[in-house]
């Protein structure tokens, strides 16, 4: 197949477009307003509610929710990648985690008081099937380009999805801010409304990569034992992986850091929430501002690291969290906290693009197990949502208060810079490093 074919990377970037709807209106914005109002509306405003008979305060609940939905899906991707590269059906995977993570959130549209139990565990599905589709979506990058568009392109799927999912946005911010309009007089429907716009919104515009990217019916020959050869072919990615001089130093300073990083994106806006009691419509305005500057903080980290290596430009942007962190525990303020809104904006996209580029620098050229290489990566991600978000939840649990959370998430922030430093500072490419500085 040839590579950097326009159309083909149109249609990839457009998955982005079509998926990133989940991680701002469900994730960031609207979802967890709602999921505060109602569990506090569940606990006769005390904020403890009964799980399955289990009591606990409801953004503790949020946040292990979280880390049981990312645990679930480390356990499951490698499995589904690694019998998606030896049969050679990677698409079909997409697909069923894409449709599952879909459908969850028309789901949620029966979240009311009364079904906090079964939207949670919906609200966990919708999460299983967002991450599991995504790593099939990643392990296309080194498929359809060529290393020297991986940070461009990967910039570009980043920015079309904070464009894509700030148009939905606007669209629910709408309805929850002018209900009338639409001739909406119960306060709670705007909200579950919009999180059946997301479900029909991903399903639609993921048509268009469906139709294009390669459906990778190139897979080994089938056998009986397929399910066991899936875990063969997981063992031979793993003994690859281990002779990769640099991409063990790359994947354990991206675990740290992005336990940190990740946990952030799930947590802000209850904190905003419960903690600084900021009103809904500025919390989601908040998330709203934090995907337009997200676009432009893509492209900056990409052109950084055309400038001065991957490595430097990820140092510089863990930095910059670490000041994030170092700030919000002193947050008392909306406006402040508008301020450090604007400096994670500009940071999460970019971090996260520029990750993702650099691995694909770092994986075996033109391997036939790219699905399963991006599964340890995916895998290495979701792991590190789980301890990130339990750590968050139980520092939480224990002292009483968030703040201390966050004073946590500083600390993990500094070991991902130092280890980050002892990755060599040159532009990264595969096998090793460019041998003159950029």
């Given at each position: 197949m040839q590579k950097n074919n326009p159309k083909i990377i149109n249609a990839w970037c457009m998955y982005d477009w079509a998926n990133s709807v989940h991680a701002l209106v469900i994730v960031s914005s609207i979802f967890p307003v709602y999921f505060s109002a109602a569990a506090l509306n569940a606990s006769a405003g005390t904020g403890i509610v009964n799980f399955f008979g289990l009591s606990v305060k409801s953004?503790?609940?949020?946040?292990?929710?979280?880390?049981?939905?990312?645990?679930?899906?480390?356990?499951?991707?490698?499995?589904c990648t690694a019998i998606a590269d030896f049969t050679g059906h990677k698409k079909r995977f997409m697909k069923?985690?894409?449709?599952?993570?879909?459908?969850?959130?028309?789901?949620?549209?029966?979240?009311?008081?009364?079904?906090?139990?079964?939207?949670?565990?919906?609200?966990?599905?919708?999460?299983?099937?967002?991450?599991?589709?995504?790593?099939?979506?990643?392990?296309y990058l080194p498929e359809i380009a060529t290393e020297d568009n991986f940070d461009r392109y990967s910039a570009r799927g980043f920015s079309m999805g904070y464009l894509g999912s700030v148009l939905l946005l606007l669209f629910n911010l709408s309805m929850v801010l002018f209900p009338s309009i639409y001739g909406i007089t119960d306060k709670a429907m705007p909200a579950r409304i919009s999180f059946f716009t997301v479900g029909v919104w991903w399903i639609l515009f993921a048509q268009i990569p469906f139709r294009?990217?390669?459906s990778g019916h190139?897979?080994?020959?089938?056998?009986?034992?397929?399910?066991?050869?899936?875990?063969?072919?997981?063992?031979?990615?793993?003994?690859?992986?281990?002779?990769?001089?640099?991409?063990?130093?790359?994947?354990?300073?991206?675990?740290?850091?992005?336990m940190g990083l990740r946990t952030v994106m799930y947590v802000a806006t209850i904190f905003?929430?419960?903690?600084?009691?900021?009103?809904?419509?500025?919390?989601?305005i908040t998330v709203l501002l934090i995907q337009l500057v997200g676009i432009a903080g893509s492209y900056l980290f990409a052109w950084l690291s055309s400038q001065i290596g991957n490595i430097?430009?990820?140092?510089?942007?863990?930095?910059?969290?670490?000041?994030?962190?170092?700030?919000?525990y002193y947050t008392t303020e909306a406006m402040e906290f508008y301020l450090i809104a604007c400096a994670v904006g500009m940071v999460m996209g970019g971090i996260q693009s520029l990750s993702r580029a650099t691995y694909s620098k770092l994986i075996p050229e033109n391997t036939s197990e790219s699905a399963s290489f991006f599964s340890f990566y995916?895998?290495?991600?979701?792991?590190?949502?789980?301890?990130?978000?339990?750590?968050?939840?139980?520092?939480?649990?224990?002292?009483?208060?968030?703040?201390?959370?966050?004073?946590?998430?500083l600390i993990i922030f500094v070991i991902g810079l130092i280890l980050l430093s002892r990755i060599p500072s040159q532009k990264v490419y595969r096998y090793g490093l460019e041998t003159k500085t950029n």
């Amino acid at each position: 197949m040839q590579k950097n074919n326009p159309k083909i990377i149109n249609a990839w970037c457009m998955y982005d477009w079509a998926n990133s709807v989940h991680a701002l209106v469900i994730v960031s914005s609207i979802f967890p307003v709602y999921f505060s109002a109602a569990a506090l509306n569940a606990s006769a405003g005390t904020g403890i509610v009964n799980f399955f008979g289990l009591s606990v305060k409801s953004s503790v609940l949020f946040s292990y929710t979280v880390s049981a939905s990312f645990l679930l899906t480390a356990l499951l991707i490698p499995l589904c990648t690694a019998i998606a590269d030896f049969t050679g059906h990677k698409k079909r995977f997409m697909k069923f985690f894409c449709y599952l993570g879909a459908v969850s959130c028309m789901l949620l549209f029966f979240f009311t008081k009364d079904t906090l139990n079964f939207s949670v565990i919906i609200f966990a599905l919708s999460l299983i099937g967002w991450s599991g589709s995504i790593v099939f979506y990643d392990s296309y990058l080194p498929e359809i380009a060529t290393e020297d568009n991986f940070d461009r392109y990967s910039a570009r799927g980043f920015s079309m999805g904070y464009l894509g999912s700030v148009l939905l946005l606007l669209f629910n911010l709408s309805m929850v801010l002018f209900p009338s309009i639409y001739g909406i007089t119960d306060k709670a429907m705007p909200a579950r409304i919009s999180f059946f716009t997301v479900g029909v919104w991903w399903i639609l515009f993921a048509q268009i990569p469906f139709r294009y990217l390669p459906s990778g019916h190139h897979g080994k020959k089938q056998v009986k034992n397929w399910i066991f050869n899936g875990f063969t072919e997981l063992g031979k990615v793993y003994n690859e992986l281990r002779e990769q001089p640099y991409l063990a130093k790359f994947l354990g300073a991206f675990f740290v850091y992005t336990m940190g990083l990740r946990t952030v994106m799930y947590v802000a806006t209850i904190f905003g929430a419960n903690e600084l009691k900021l009103p809904s419509q500025s919390l989601i305005i908040t998330v709203l501002l934090i995907q337009l500057v997200g676009i432009a903080g893509s492209y900056l980290f990409a052109w950084l690291s055309s400038q001065i290596g991957n490595i430097y430009a990820l140092m510089i942007g863990v930095a910059i969290w670490i000041g994030i962190c170092s700030g919000a525990y002193y947050t008392t303020e909306a406006m402040e906290f508008y301020l450090i809104a604007c400096a994670v904006g500009m940071v999460m996209g970019g971090i996260q693009s520029l990750s993702r580029a650099t691995y694909s620098k770092l994986i075996p050229e033109n391997t036939s197990e790219s699905a399963s290489f991006f599964s340890f990566y995916d895998v290495t991600e979701k792991l590190a949502i789980v301890i990130g978000t339990f750590i968050y939840g139980t520092v939480e649990q224990v002292t009483g208060s968030m703040r201390n959370s966050i004073l946590a998430l500083l600390i993990i922030f500094v070991i991902g810079l130092i280890l980050l430093s002892r990755i060599p500072s040159q532009k990264v490419y595969r096998y090793g490093l460019e041998t003159k500085t950029n």
